[in-house]
């Protein structure tokens, strides 16, 4: 089974402040052996852009330089995501007690001292493990093979073999996508195609017959349009 892999994006404007927190990101994968995968932004719109509730941790410069600032990006991730951990990095300790409006995990000052970082990011990997995950066993080449449900993106039939897309792999599996449905047993899963059952969380939209999902097209068809907008307008509303 692989390590768990964790997905973090730093939004800051400021390349020496964005390089001193990437250090020591480094530096704690390095030391504690913990896999980071790490993306950076310097705007807000870029960001929001490209964000559909892949990550699992966001440091959020509080100050970003702009007519927005961090909490109202902050404000604008929660509409989408209550679960991504949000830690703010700043200047002035003043401004960190705004986090709680956002349900932020803990703030950390400029500039970041590695000792406080570490503390910090254990922190955040204790909420993101203690958190209770789904999983389902599935028939694979050499035995049995634990998926969880919260990092499936989507699942794929191709003839008579079974693909789950997860968030760092693709892992082959045998069975059909009936089965797969049965075991699963979740509302928020739903077919788009007779070959594909996709994760709603991580649908980033529709647009005519294609679903976007991280950074995907997955064809959707004519006869489960319906069912499948409905299925989403469903899952976003009870969210």
């Known amino acids: 089974m692989t390590t768990r892999k964790y997905k973090l994006a730093i939004i800051e404007d400021s390349d020496e402040d964005l390089k001193l927190l990437t250090d020591n990101l480094n530096r704690y994968k390095e030391e504690y052996k913990t896999d980071f995968a790490i993306l950076s932004y310097k ?31 902050a404000r604008e991730i929660r509409k989408k995501d209550e679960d991504v951990v949000i830690i703010f990095v700043t200047n002035l300790s003043k401004f960190a007690l705004k986090g709680y409006e956002v349900d932020a995990l803990d703030y950390m000052l400029k500039p970041i001292r590695y000792t406080s970082f570490v503390s910090r990011i254990q922190k955040a990997l204790r909420v993101i493990d203690s958190r209770p995950t789904e999983n389902i066993l599935v028939d694979v080449s050499s035995g049995m093979r634990k998926i969880p449900l919260n990092s499936l993106l989507y699942v794929e039939v191709i003839g008579h073999s079974i693909k789950y897309h997860l968030i760092n792999e693709v892992v082959e599996g045998k069975g059909t996508l009936k089965e797969i449905e049965k075991k699963i047993d979740n509302k928020s899963f739903s077919r788009c195609n007779y070959c594909y059952l996709v994760n709603l969380r991580y649908v980033e939209g529709v647009e005519k017959y294609e679903c ?27 969210k």
């Not at 991280?214 to 899952?235: C, V």
């Open 43 to 73: 705007n807000i719109n870029s960001f929001l852009e490209a964000y559909s509730m892949q990550f699992d941790i966001l440091f959020i410069d509080i100050d970003l330089g702009t007519t927005s600032n961090g909490l109202d990006l």
């Open 212 to 238: 976007l999902i991280n950074g995907e097209r997955l064809q959707i068809s004519h006869p489960r349009k319906k069912q499948f907008t409905d299925d989403l307008m469903a899952y976003l509303l009870n």
